[in-house]
């Protein structure tokens, strides 16, 4: 057998300003992030939210020094996780694959197979499981596994989600400690975690609310019971309903109640990046301080936090010690999840029916909204006129 690797997976962002479009292009390009029905809609309409929504995206990320930390973050969790594993009598080699931008999946698994690598674990830095984040990345490296008689050689297990792992649950509780000791004793604890569209979760079964609940359970539980404690959702994108409360409407809400002290955590996020330090930091503060907020301060994202790093290699060497979980077994595990493209036709006045009479309008609707703001229609756009 070759040697031991682990693969980090995570989102990817822009490192610079030219890099947002692109960026955002592969992003929207992915069936698991929006779902049509049809896959040949999918890179125009990718094309045309990316180019509609750079700028504004674009703004955000100068407000931050002009692209993600995310990159430098990841491959130093990687380099502390490598030095923690040496430590416990583990030689593994770390990569870093990224789901939207460099260094790209692909790049890592090129680069894993020119290593040798004979064992792999895959663990994604998302905590809780998502159709939309870890359940991507899965789709994405089982398709390579597919079409790969070396990658089938190797012997690789999939960690698919680890939001109650005792030392990242420690973790958690240190960093919430730490930013209450400056905080008055009324104050109120706001998991803002970040959102899915609600379909998600009630149609196409994404177990993220629940593991999210559960997350959040358990940190309380290790906190103690005198905090009181709120969940809402941030980031939400698009004209759908996403899970609720919006994070947004729950800091004017408590402001007006009369809450004066919040202390937020960012439940779904172990990096900085730009929906902590530029969504938190900067929108939902200016929103909380206009809401009568007087105290507004944030947990740090865990980033090389020693006791998570430790955490993430439990995880590991778990991993390790247990049989492998491959595609497969993440698949059964989560029968019910419906990982994109997923329906199946049913005849008659059925729900199936009703819900394509409303993505027919929905095509519709967006061909002129594409022929209007572009000058080109779909048709034109695909050659065929
Ligand atoms: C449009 C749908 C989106 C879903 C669903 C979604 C889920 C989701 N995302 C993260 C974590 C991250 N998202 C990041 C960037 C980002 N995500 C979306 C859209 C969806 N995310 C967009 C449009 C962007 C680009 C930034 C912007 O324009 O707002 C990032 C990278 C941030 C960075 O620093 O570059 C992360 C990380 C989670 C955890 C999640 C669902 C559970
Ligand atoms: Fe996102
Ligand atoms: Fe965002």
Request: glycine content about 8%; charged content about 20%; proline content about 7%.
């Amino acid at each position: 057998m070759g040697s031991t690797g682990v693969l980090l997976l995570n989102l990817g962002g822009p490192d610079g300003p030219e890099d947002v479009r692109p960026f955002l292009y592969n992003l929207f390009s992915d069936p698991e992030i929006i779902r049509l029905p049809f896959p040949w809609l999918q890179k125009p309409l990718a094309w045309f939210i990316s180019t509609s929504r750079a700028r504004k995206s674009q703004k955000n990320y100068e407000e931050i020094g002009g692209g993600s930390p995310l990159r430098r973050i990841t491959e130093e969790q990687a380099a502390a996780l490598k030095t923690c594993l040496q430590s416990r009598g583990v030689d593994a080699e770390l990569y870093v694959g990224m789901r939207y931008w460099h260094p790209f999946t692909e790049e890592a698994i090129a680069q894993i197979k020119a290593d040798g690598i004979g064992e792999l674990v895959v663990l994604p830095l998302y905590p809780q499981f998502s159709i939309s984040t870890s359940g991507s990345s899965f789709r994405l490296l089982e398709a390579l596994w597919e079409k790969d008689a070396q990658l089938q050689a190797i012997r690789y297990s999939l960690v698919p989600s680890w939001y109650d792992a005792p030392r990242y649950v420690e973790s958690m509780v240190e960093l919430i400690r730490q930013e209450l000791a400056h905080c008055p004793a009324e104050t109120t604890i706001f998991f803002s975690a970040h959102g899915v569209p609600r379909s998600y979760v009630t149609d196409a079964g994404d177990p993220y609310q629940d593991e999210i609940e559960a997350c959040v359970a358990l940190i309380m539980a290790a906190l103690g019971p005198d905090h009181p404690h709120v969940l809402a959702y941030q980031s939400r994108v698009g004209p759908v309903e996403w899970l609720q409360p919006y994070t947004e409407d729950v800091i004017i809400e408590l402001g007006a109640a009369g809450a004066k002290h919040l202390v937020v955590v960012p439940i779904s996020f172990i990096s900085e990046h730009i929906e902590t330090l530029q969504e938190i930091d900067i929108e939902y503060r200016e929103l909380a301080e206009e809401s009568g907020i007087e105290t507004f301060r944030r947990v740090p994202a865990l980033n090389t936090y020693p006791g998570f790093i430790a955490a993430l290699a439990d995880l590991v060497t778990d991993a390790l010690a247990a049989p492998p979980c491959t595609f497969s077994e993440v698949n059964t595990s989560r029968k019910r999840v419906k990982l994109y493209p997923q329906e199946r036709w049913e005849w008659g006045m059925t729900t199936a029916a009703e819900r394509w009479n409303g993505r027919l309008a929905m095509l519709g609707f967006l061909a002129l909204l594409l022929e209007l703001i572009s000058g080109q229609g779909p048709l034109h756009m695909l050659g065929w006129l």
